[in-house]
């Protein structure tokens, strides 16, 4: 049988997670958002897609330098305010994808019921077991090179996601 954690719920939410919530998860967050309105797959259009992050304030903003490359990638991240990943988002989550190891291991060692729902966006649905970097790095603070490669990431991983997510029959 294939794994899906969307099953048996109406409402299915996947949370992408960084440390702030100010670059990398909510850029993700806008971008599979973008992603599926252009998405003629209905099935998608009803997936509920937040960002948290471990360390986050909430109610603040994303970086300026990232809303920029939002813009410039066609989506708004304006609107986006910070939040700190909590027990509502935990009770919530149906998957879980982190930007890095140690974000993962975090929520697992505070929310073990999480287990099976958390991963990395590079390991989710990945095959290739310990062969590939598993982390997303945070390019704040960075060069552009580093942000573009972060754009390529995002890009990949997202198209990769959906792909997984489609493969596995979303209702």
Sequence with gaps: MIWNPFKAKKERTLVFVCSANMTRSP??????????????????????IISAGLNA???GLVHPVIAHVAQLNGFYLGKHNTQRFNNKIARKAD????????????????????????????????????????????????EVDDFREFVEDTVSETERILNILEIQGLP
């Design 27 to 48: 850029f993700f967050e806008g971008y599979l958002k973008k992603v599926i309105r252009e998405n003629p797959d209905p099935s998608l259009h009803d997936l509920n």
């Design 95 to 142: 998957l879980v994808l982190t930007m890095e190891t140690s974000h993962k291991e975090a929520i697992l060692e505070k929310y073990p019921k999480l287990g099976g729902k958390v991963f990395t966006v590079k390991e989710f649905g990945n095959s290739n077991g310990g062969e590939i970097p598993l982390d997303i790095p945070d390019p704040t603070g960075q």
């Design 57 to 59: 304030r909430n109610g």
